[in-house]
């Protein structure tokens, strides 16, 4: 069983999402993949009375480095998981450009899901910049040792590293996906590297231009434990044969 990930990210309306929601319950056969799907913040108190007892789980897109306090308009880990969340996506690269996030922000973020029951979603991958010059493992490594620094998790399935190299993503210049053998030796550093920090084994997704042509590639890797998944996830046949490979 590998684990699939529907990142939403701010593309709906919540009438939108709701109608996603049911309809990938409506689809989506649970029980051959574990299925993620992960709305905006306003819609979680939706989605999720639709998702419960499904077998479908609900996460978040992000949240706070605080369970609670004066953070004007940040989301804190303790309610998401009152909704219901089960995982949180940490660190996308979309948030680290646009919101600056620093691995330093992210790993406090990270802390903070998991002391509140959340399973965090460590978004790692680097730029075209850095894929041309040949640096992918340094900078890799640099960031999966910072973001993970001092986290300690109890069990293996208490956290997940999603791999998505940014100029894979879809919706960047000139995105192409990542070919699934290449991914697979990345997936096997990064999981070498995370084992060494964590003391566990834990799973690496795969994100960065999925599609429903392209996703049973990545599967069939022994190094890739499922996928994260964005424009993909929003086009309901797609992702719900994505889900059932
Ligand atoms: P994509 O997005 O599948 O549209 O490339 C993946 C992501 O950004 O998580």
Known sequence: MKTIIANWKMQLTLKESLELARQSVKKIKAGKNKVVLCPDFSALPFVGPVLNKTGLELGAQDSAAASRGAYTGEV????????????????????REHLHESS???NDKIKSALDNGLVPVLCVGEKSAVKKSGETEEYLD??????????????ASDLIIAYEPIWAISTNKNAKPMSASEAEKIHKFIKAKAAKILKKPVAVLYGGSVNSVNAGEYLNQDNIDGLLVGGASLKIKDFSHICSL
């Open 76 to 95: 804190s880990p303790m309610n998401i998981k009152a909704l219901g969340a089960k995982y949180v996506i940490l660190g996308h690269s979309e948030r």
């Open 104 to 106: 330093a922000i992210v």
């Open 142 to 155: 640099q960031e999966i040792r910072h973001s993970l620094k001092g986290v300690k998790i109890k069990k």
